[in-house]
């Protein structure tokens, strides 16, 4: 009984999909009937003429790579669904005219403007049906399951299913009227008379004869329902059936189309199913308790997590926002004003150095700690929650050789700036910073994340004093990303709240000194856009060092730049600041210098020298979920500072490294669709000047392929002089892609090389397009020449359908007519501009031949207006992965050969893989072990863990506590990050003396 009550009255909403089976049904009934033909004979109907052949694999090639990013996956916005739909569309309208399909006895015009037909009166029925069935739920004759209104996409996408069912159909059993017996006669047998036991053959041997049982599957499955003389009410609303019979038939057939039989079937079943599951909420769908469905529902659960940020994408906000807030901030705030002055003028000194908002000690008084360290996360949600989920756990296990390692969780989180992508905004903050650590380890329950933290610590009940607190805390600091808003969202993100996840945040502002256990010391540095500490940071560390560290003391420093690598890059010098506070003012006690905005894990370490060694080791870790950056760029790094050093560790391998670049060929558009939009704009601006090419004979008329590629060649050159000679929109195009590329190569290079890598860049993109441009009007003029095109003006498939419409489809009570009478003439002419709209290559074609007849003078403006419009329809698809195959060449070229484009070469990757983070721990005699810990391959599916689920909640339990702090693992076990995870560097650093302060080199025991 519950069973059966849950199937009446569904405690939960259910989905409207009847799409996804309709189309299965669909496709299995295309199998079925066209493996009823004998697909020797279609073979051997096959035009042999290579040209044909030739333009099918071009056409099937370019539309296969430009839908391949959309294959299997559905993408948000729904950009995916946008380019299949296109995709069909153009694709059927092309390849209906070529000429293979029709020998091969298949005639693809009727299928379309059929199609046509029945899917605007399919559309018009509907929205008929919705609108009324919406008013009576408004005036309250239906039930409030009903309030909910219909997507748009839902209607259209089931309209388009049994408009094709219906082609389908016709397309192998025609509108056949069929006469038949009195029903008195009628043999009920005959419905499954290949059945029959009388038969001899077996019913395998009728399924090989596919004909015969397809006949038999039109005259008697899906035959006319009845005459329309059975249905009075209905006779002057049908559409008729042809009529069809053996010998000579008296008068005319009032037999209902089988078709119309098949599409009302559908709009029916659509009704039904919609009224009793919006009125009722009756389905036979989910046949199980709600307990049941509860717990099925809660296994298919799972996180919502944002993609990896789109750099390249043409339509993304973000990205433009973030463009704006970056010239924005470069403007305003650099040099005019600058937030950490404003901190510095906010905050109170107190005895001198120390001042309570920029000096935390409460980890001092410890024996030992463990910490962490971490940078550039909130990017892709399954990359950042994976290092979350890592840094969240108790304790770490990994496997070295035969023995097993341990590592406790931090008490102490650092994470070294960047913390969403592209612009710090709430929404970047919330969904790709805070959520993947929330997901994590869990803020405790009585925290509510819309409470602004005023007088910070605001420490958990129970505990009086920070020192007290045994959970993990938290300290941040901006990094470039966080400043293009001028560190508005980091402060209130940041600096007035209070819990990261699980992590407590006590900081109050954009840079910190902690003062840690064996007297060690963190300085966290806030760079800002200068790339360099200000006036009152520098005063207020370097009174630090003069009043607190001790000589014997040693200093971590973290920022979030690594200048050490960037000024060798870039070949500047920055950080003068942060120099002088680590040369004149620690004077060798600077231990270790971390920073993350690379991408990657790299550890150089000084080697010995003359001059004195102001920095042990040097550590880019930014591997926190943001996009790979890579290592190979960096191997020629020797020096900083007056020291040479070595690199000791790189992550991944500079082999790795320059294999990974590959990808940018191979699969730049895959990662980077949204890049269509800019690159099939900028190669129709460029051929643009070029539509159309009415000489193309010396082409064509050539025998030999050597003479078709010679001659194909000297046209393509001929008309890239004709761009630089006479055209305007083209040749203005290409300066400025030009002056674009010259600007795109990074400043490093000298002017010549930029202008050459610029100028060797825009003719790879001039040649492609052009190239495109030729191939396209080839086709054109190859099917306009075999009068395949451009036959009888703009709207000949709509005139051939009215004529076989009126041959087939007899209308003795003049339906058709009323139906004129009734709109105005607004239904036919629906239907003929609908179908003129659908078929682009005839408009192309015909406006073309008229051009290169008349001239270009001869259009008018809207007339141009639709020949550029119908090219650029096919020019978009198949030059959308061509402009893709040459950038992406590009980039691969200058990342692997000349070692520059390194961000703009990895992030085009989108690489979520590789990702790590640092763990420290200073022991008891006063040593830091550093581990690097990292995960080369990042889930992309995850599931509720049940361990999780089935843990006790206590309401004041912290969650840092609990066994299994995270509420996500990976779907498959062996993919998780806790058993993935590897060492990938680990050192020691040994503890200041007095020896060192000043000395060339520090001690490390690698």
């Not at 941040?476 to 699980?502: A, E, Q, R, V």
């Not at 007297?519 to 806030?526: H, K, M, S, T």
């Not at 730049?668 to 090419?693: C, E, H, T």
Request: aromatic share 14%.
């Amino acid at each position: 009984m519950e069973r059966v009550r849950t199937i009446l009255t569904p405690a939960y909403p259910y989905p409207h999909e009847h799409s996804r089976h309709a189309i299965i049904a669909v496709a299995v009934g295309c199998l079925f009937f066209i493996s009823s033909d004998n697909i020797n004979t279609l073979v051997e109907k096959l035009d042999n003429n290579i040209k044909w052949w030739s333009m099918y694999a071009c056409l099937f090639g370019f539309f296969y790579f430009f839908s391949s990013p959309f294959i299997g996956k559905t993408i948000k916005p729904s950009y995916s669904n946008f380019s299949r739909w296109y995709i069909a569309w153009i694709l059927v309208a092309a390849v209906y005219h070529l000429p293979s399909f029709q020998s091969m006895g298949v005639d693809l015009r009727m299928n379309l403007s059929l199609f046509l037909t029945i899917y605007v009166t399919s559309i018009l029925f509907l929205l008929v049906f919705h609108i009324i069935f919406y008013g009576l739920w408004y005036i309250g004759l239906v039930s409030r399951v009903a309030g909910k209104k219909p997507e748009i996409l839902t209607i259209l996408q089931n309209c388009a299913v049994l408009s094709i069912a219906c082609c389908v159909f016709y397309s192998h059993c025609g509108n056949r009227a069929i006469l038949r017996e009195r029903p008195s006669e009628r043999k009920i047998s005959m419905w499954f008379s290949f059945w029959k036991k009388e038969e001899r053959s077996p019913w395998l041997s009728k399924f090989l004869r596919m004909n015969e049982l397809k006949d038999q599957v039109c005259s008697s499955w899906f035959a006319p329902v009845g005459s329309a003389s059975d249905y009075p009410l209905l006779s002057k609303w049908v559409i008729y059936g042809e009529l069809a019979c053996n010998g000579s038939c008296p008068g005319s057939s009032d037999e209902i189309s089988p078709i119309y039989s098949l599409w009302a079937t559908f709009i029916g079943l659509y009704i039904a199913n919609y009224v009793v599951e919006r009125s009722t909420g009756w389905a036979l769908t989910h046949p199980v308790s709600v307990k049941e469905h509860e717990k099925l529902k809660k296994k298919q659960m799972k996180p919502d997590f944002l993609d990896m940020v789109p750099w390249y994408s043409g339509t993304s906000a973000d990205l433009f926002k973030t463009v704006f807030d970056l010239l924005v901030s470069v403007t305003v705030f650099l040099g005019r004003f600058d937030m950490r002055m404003m901190q510095a003028a906010m905050n109170k000194v107190q005895d001198g150095a120390e001042q309570s908002d920029l000096l935390y000690d409460q980890f001092s008084g410890r024996d030992d700690l463990w910490f962490d360290f971490m940078a550039d996360t909130g990017d892709g949600g399954n990359s950042s929650y994976a290092v979350a989920r890592l840094l969240a756990q108790p304790s770490i296990r990994l496997t070295e050789g035969d023995s097993v390692l341990t590592l406790p969780r931090g008490n102490l989180l650092l994470i070294g700036g960047d913390l969403a992508y592209p612009n710090p905004s709430a929404f970047t903050y919330e969904k790709r910073f805070f959520r993947p650590f929330e997901y994590a380890l869990q803020p405790p329950l009585w925290y509510k994340p819309e409470q602004v933290a005023v007088k910070k610590p605001e420490l958990p009940c129970g505990v009086s004093e920070l020192e007290q607190y045994d959970g993990p805390q938290s300290f941040i600091i901006p990094g470039n990303h966080d400043w293009f808003d001028g560190l508005h969202t980091f402060m209130g993100y940041i600096c007035h709240k209070s819990w990261l996840g699980g992590w407590f945040m006590p900081q109050k502002k954009s840079y910190f000194a902690l003062q840690l256990p064996k007297r060690w010391w963190v300085f966290g540095l806030d760079l800002a856009l200068h790339g360099d500490i200000d006036v009152y940071q520098f005063n207020f560390f370097s009174e630090l060092v003069k009043q607190k560290v001790g000589d014997e003391d040693s200093v971590i420093i973290i920022t979030h730049e690594p200048s050490w690598l960037l000024d060798w890059y870039w070949d500047h010098v920055s950080g003068k600041n942060v120099s002088h506070l680590i040369s004149d003012y620690l004077k060798g006690r600077c231990k270790l210098r971390m920073a993350g905005d690379l991408h990657h894990y790299m550890r150089h370490s000084s080697v010995k020298s003359d001059g004195p060694g102001h920095v042990q080791h040097l550590i880019v870790n930014g591997c926190g979920g943001a996009f790979l950056h890579p290592t190979h760029v960096f191997t020629k790094f020797k020096r900083f500072m007056g020291v040479s050093y070595e690199c000791k560790a790189a992550y991944p391998s500079y082999e790795d490294s320059s294999r990974i670049a590959l990808g940018n060929i191979l699969k730049f558009r895959k990662k980077n669709w949204q890049f269509d939009f800019i690159g099939g704009i900028i190669y129709f601006v460029l051929a643009f000047s070029m539509f159309p090419q009415c000489k193309l004979d010396h082409i064509l008329q050539e025998d030999s392929f050597s003479g078709h590629l010679r001659n194909f060649i000297g046209t393509v050159w001929s008309s890239a002089i004709y761009m630089l000679e006479s055209s305007y929109i083209s040749l203005t195009g290409a300066m400025v892609l030009l002056i674009v590329a010259i600007a795109f190569v990074p400043s490093k290079v000298s002017r010549k090389k930029r202008a050459i890598i610029g100028v060797l860049h825009v003719s790879a993109h001039l040649s492609a397009a052009l190239i495109l441009m030729l191939l396209l009007e080839l086709g054109v003029e190859t099917c306009i020449r075999h009068k395949l095109l451009a036959t009888s003006g703009y709207h000949t498939l709509y005139q051939w359908y009215r004529q076989v419409e009126s041959e087939h489809f007899p209308d003795p009570t003049g339906l058709r007519a009323r139906i004129e009478q009734w709109t105005h003439g607004l239904y036919p002419a629906c239907i003929k501009y609908l179908m003129s709209a659908f078929d682009v290559p005839e408009v192309m074609a015909v406006t073309r031949s008229n051009i290169c007849k008349n001239g270009m003078e001869s259009l008018s403006r809207g007339g141009a207006v639709i020949y550029y419009a119908s090219v650029f329809l096919y020019f978009w698809v198949f030059s959308t992965p061509v402009v893709s195959l040459v950038f992406g060449s590009y980039l691969y070229i200058c990342i692997n050969w000349l070692h520059i484009h390194f961000d703009e070469a990895f992030s085009s990757l989108r690489i979520a893989n590789y990702k790590a983070f640092t763990r420290f721990h200073i022991k008891s005699d006063g040593d830091l072990e550093v581990y690097t810990v990292a995960i080369d391959k990042v889930p992309k599916e995850w599931k509720l863990d049940p361990e999780w689920e089935a843990e006790l909640k206590q309401p004041q339990q912290l969650n840092h506590l609990r066994k299994f702090p995270s509420k996500w693992k990976a779907a498959a076990a062996q993919q998780d990050p806790l058993h993935t995870v590897r060492i990938v560097d680990q050192f020691v650093i040994r503890r200041t003396n007095k020896s060192d302060i000043g000395a060339p080199n520090g001690s490390v025991i690698p």
